[in-house]
């Protein structure tokens, strides 16, 4: 973030914005980012998490307008992610004496990824504390959610979980926290957040959740994004939804195209799920972001993936896409497979293929034309729209 700013008595943000960061490993990050690291001021000097390795020098100089680094304590390490662990070489040798806190997955990580062997660390585990003077912090280990090393580390006293990757947007803003923002925007970035980083998680979310619920807190602090104080329900409401991938009347018809048939095929296909009660969208693969295409998937009830063959395959587009989907492995849906071909087909059976490995339930074979969609053809694809919006409508 910016300057350091005090966001309970004695606790203070001393991370960094990153507002011109356009890619996180594959995530386009439209509205940049923040690295979040909170500094606690007490008895015994306590830094949670560090920030990505380029901006180490901006934190140690945010953490010497409260303090000297030098008289750190302690160190917790909630997540060995680089973003938010590659400052941890610079923390260390600023305040040599200091001691990390880390999971046993997170001491390896830290140990694999920056050597450390001189390093004190000290492993915690789900239910141990930590005493720092006025204050006992605990630990609640969130293995997969979203690494094995991932944990929350929650002060009591002060109704304050630091919530790691949890409950996080990337999202760089001149505000501090979530009510200093449009809560439309801050909800759309919640969400593109859990579509492409978390999705794939819902299991393990939904056995976090309960651990979250059942602390007293007023304050999330996660470590991307800004800190919630005022939506953390609907933050929790929403994460409930979205770990069952609650299908919603929504119907996406995403494909590419060469020749323009697939997607006179699409346009059908789109016609036939028009309707009153039903959000249809026609999502073209060429010119649309994946990040934004998977924030549309998280909620929609049903997917018409389309492609031509090329070269006895699908098109590299639509292989993205397929592969980013099957990894993300969103549950609840259904769909269909439909393209053009010309000489040999394939491209529409595999993505058919490719949605049956994602566990996405299909309505029909997929559909499929030679070079042109003819009249009936197009037909066939407006009852294919149809077919989806009906099963889709009743979704609330």
Known sequence: MGNPIEIKKNIY???????????????????????NAYLIVDEKITLVDTVKNRFSSRLLENIAKIVDPAKIDYLISNHTEPD????????????????????????????????????????????????IGSRTLSFVATPMAHWPDSMVTYSPSDKLLFSMDIFGQHFASSGCFDDEVPYDELMREA?????????????????????????????????????????????????????????????????DTMWMSTEQMAKAILEGATRPGVDARLIKLSVNDLTEIMTEVLDAGALAVGSPTLNNNILPTCAAFCAYLRGLKPTNKIGAAFGSHGWAGGGAKQVDEELEKTGIARVREPLTCVYKPDAATLEECRKLGAELADKVESYK
């Open 191 to 255: 969400k593109k957040y859990y579509a492409n980083i978390i999705m794939h998680l819902g299991k393990v979310v939904k056995k976090t959740l309960p651990a979250v619920e059942q602390l007293d807190i007023d304050m999330v602090a996660p470590a991307h994004g800004l800190i919630l104080r005022k939506h953390i329900a609907d933050f929790v409401a929403s994460y409930k939804d979205w770990a069952d991938c609650k299908p919603t009347p929504k119907v996406l018809v995403i494909y």
């Open 13 to 35: 943000t001393v991370g960094v914005k990153d507002w011109n960061v356009r890619d996180f490993h594959g995530y386009t990050t439209s509205r940049g980012s923040t690295y």
């Open 84 to 131: 938010h662990s590659s400052s941890t070489p610079h923390v260390m040798a600023a305040a040599p004496g200091a001691t990390i806190i880390a999971t046993a997955a997170g001491k390896s990580g830290l140990e694999r990824y920056y050597g450390g062997s001189d390093w004190k660390i000290n492993v915690v585990k789900t239910g141990d504390t930590l005493n």
